[in-house]
């Protein structure tokens, strides 16, 4: 199974910027879908962003467009997330996951998930 290691998480002000990274375990292929969720306390845990294998194509939740960009760098084995503008509606464990397939519209989830980061933006 792929180990996955977020970081970057942290606290914030609203109208703030952070970038999260998960980085893959080097020895693994870099073919494969990877994704970004998060979880608020109390909540249901929920997608954020997708991107595909080659970093060509992208999906975002509609909370966030405009404001997170995903990206990876398959050299490094790592991927990101970029978040400007951040609310405190924002604020949660941010996990990512890799392997799952996507869809036209949609990702869903492997099993393999990061340990998580947290994410705390203050009004």
């Known amino acids: 199974q792929v180990q996955l290691v977020e970081s970057g998480g942290g606290l914030v002000q609203a109208g703030g910027s952070l970038r999260l990274s998960c980085a893959q375990s080097?020895?693994?292929?870099?073919?494969?879908?990877m994704a970004w969720f998060r979880q608020a306390p109390g909540k249901e845990r929920e997608f954020v962003a997708v991107?595909?294998?080659?970093?060509?194509?992208?999906i975002y939740a509609d909370s966030v467009k405009g404001r997170f960009t995903i990206f990876r760098d398959n050299g490094k084995n790592t991927m990101y997330l970029q978040m400007n503008n951040l609310k405190p509606e924002d604020t949660a464990v941010y996990y990512c996951?890799?392997?799952?397939?996507?869809?036209?519209?949609?990702?869903?989830?492997?099993?393999?998930w990061g340990q998580g980061t947290q994410v705390t933006v203050s009004s």
């Open positions: 996951n890799i392997g799952g397939p996507l869809w036209t519209s949609t990702y869903s989830p492997s099993n393999s």
């Open positions: 080097p020895d693994t292929a870099t073919t494969y879908n």
């Open positions: 991107i595909n294998w080659s970093g060509g194509r992208s």
